[in-house]
């Protein structure tokens, strides 16, 4: 990661946000939601895409839309103050349908969906090295 989730400014956040709620919403839009220019607005992306902190993009799905997948829910300890860095990087895990903060044992958990028991073993051991 060549850059900290620190040094986000209040716009990189609201842009971080309105791309979680559609990530298809065009530079335009964006841009005339922030109150900033699209050049503005692109650059930031790439910003935030170099520094590591956009890790991907995904489609999310309606949880019957495929009835034959494997759900599992996976809890998450993270050592030291690395959550921010641990977040990021399961966000960008395809097998992490949704990612909850929590407090307790476990730091965070995952809920996680899989085509068959042998992707299900391979996200987890994905997951395991972060």
Do not use: F
């Amino acid at each position: 990661m060549n850059a900290t989730m620190t040094e986000m400014d209040v716009t990189d956040q609201q842009l971080l946000s309105l791309l979680r709620k559609d990530a298809r919403t065009s530079v335009a839009v964006l841009a005339r939601k922030l109150g900033v220019s699209r050049g503005t607005v692109s650059n930031r992306i790439t910003k935030l895409e170099d520094a590591g902190i956009i890790v991907g993009y995904t489609a999310r799905l309606r949880p019957d839309a495929q009835p034959h997948q494997i759900g599992a829910w996976m809890g998450i300890a993270v050592e030291g103050n690395e959550t921010r860095k641990v977040i990021a990087s399961l966000l960008g895990e395809p097998a992490v349908a949704i990612l909850h903060d929590t407090n307790g044992r476990w730091d965070l958990l995952a809920e996680l969906r899989a085509g068959n028991l042998s992707e299900l073993s391979q996200a987890l051991e994905r997951i395991r090295l972060i």
